[in-house]
């Protein structure tokens, strides 16, 4: 068991909102772990492939929060995980894993980390990021086409009927948890001093001038 005790920072929002882009910036800025909801989608490699295509990954019911919450936990205790590495090309969770170990920061990212009571608990900062969904689109069909083996046209036709949606349903209305709340269109430095205040304030340490 570490001594670190870490602080964690939670980072919600949209898809495609720029959670990632912010959550990397802040982990680099404070040499923290990143920790990604993604990494937490059940496996389904018992599907059919078409089948998985349809699948919609766009409601907490899609992610396995009951692990997430016990390596949320464990890391917070000063304990490190292995977290699952999950396939996007696939819709399946490899048989690999990553070894995470405590650092004094944890940032948490995804869709949903502010919309469980329990894992919205445990964070000290939490930060929503928001954006509208033309951009948002825009961004996802960059990301999806070039990162995740996906055709422009499955992409539209995935936001139109779950993605966006499901966001107006479960992501935005957790806007009301949040900390802080910025523009996923700002520039990137501004977000990050923003948040840096925030746990600068609440953790006790100085961080701005990291």
């Known amino acids: 068991m570490s001594e670190v005790k870490p ?13 990632t882009e912010l959550s990397r910036a802040l982990a680099k800025r404070l040499d923290a772990v990143l920790l990604p909801l993604d990494a937490y989608y059940f496996d389904l490699s018992d599907r059919p492939i078409e089948e998985r295509a349809r699948f919609n990954f766009d409601v907490p019911a899609a992610l396995d929060h009951d692990i997430f919450f016990d390596h949320l936990q464990a890391l917070r205790e000063g304990h490190g995980i292995d977290r699952p590495v999950y396939d996007f090309a696939t819709h399946t969770r490899t048989t690999r ?16 980390v502010l919309g469980w009571q329990d894992v919205r608990g445990l964070m000290g900062t939490k930060v929503f990021v928001d954006l509208d ?8 069909i960059y ?45 990137l430095a501004t977000s990050v001093a923003t948040v840096l205040g925030h746990v600068e304030r609440h953790a006790g340490v100085s961080v701005l001038t990291r």
């Not at 070894?99 to 990212?109: A, D, G, L, S, T």
């Not at 936001?159 to 700002?186: H, K, Q, W």
Request: charged letters at 25%.
């Open 7 to 19: 602080y964690l920072i939670g980072v919600a929002g949209p898809s495609c909102a720029g959670k």
């Open 97 to 112: 894993t990553e070894r995470i170990e405590p650092q004094q920061f944890v940032v948490v990212e995804g869709l949903f």
């Open 133 to 140: 969904d033309p951009a948002c689109l825009e961004r996802r």
């Open 143 to 187: 990301r999806d086409v070039r990162e995740r083996g996906r055709t422009a046209d499955s992409v539209v036709q995935q936001f139109t009927e779950t993605v966006a949606p499901m966001a107006n349903l479960y992501v935005r209305p957790t806007r009301e948890f949040a900390d802080i709340v910025v523009p996923g269109d700002n520039p």
